[in-house]
């Protein structure tokens, strides 16, 4: 972990807002010269705090207009390996995230699909065919709100 200055948590929240803005830009939001954010961002970068640079895509306009949540609870544990399943859940296109989790489930899926129907279709042909699926839960996103996390 790195010591993190106001400067440095200040360019973070002009990141997470928008991570495509050169240094020069947020250099002069931020009353310093490109050189110097651009070494700031660097050293966030090599520190690992900035993993990676991701698109944010809008589902529903690519025509993705359901979002659901699956609590997934494997029926046989320790028969399927925990890496066999994460491969092949992950291998399915319409499933966003997998995490492995502690809890009532094993495993929480973000899975999109083009409207409800497409939804049961992914979930009785794909998903549930998956060796080793048990219990399974879905929670449909009503909406979204997203927060930047603690920057500081």
């Known amino acids: 972990m790195i010591d993190l200055d106001t400067t440095d948590r200040r360019l973070l929240r002009e990141l997470v807002q928008d991570a495509t803005q050169s240094a020069g830009a947020l250099g002069r939001k931020l009353g310093l010269s490109q050189p110097a954010a651009w070494r700031r961002i660097r050293r966030l970068r090599d520190s690992g705090i900035l993993k990676t640079q991701r698109l944010d895509l809008d589902k529903e306009r690519l025509g993705f207009g359901v979002t659901v949540f699956l609590g997934l609870k494997l029926a046989t544990k ?47 042909r794909r998903i549930m065919t998956l060796p080793g699926v048990g219990d399974v839960e879905a929670n449909v996103l009503l909406s979204e709100e997203r927060r930047p996390g603690p920057i500081g």
């Not at 966003?96 to 809890?103: A, P, R």
């Open 78 to 124: 320790g028969r399927v390996s925990l890496q066999d399943f994460e491969r092949a859940v992950s291998a399915i296109p319409e499933v966003q995230t997998v995490e492995h989790i502690l809890g009532l489930y094993d495993y929480r899926l973000r899975v999109v699909a083009r409207d409800i129907a497409d939804f049961e279709r992914v979930l009785r």
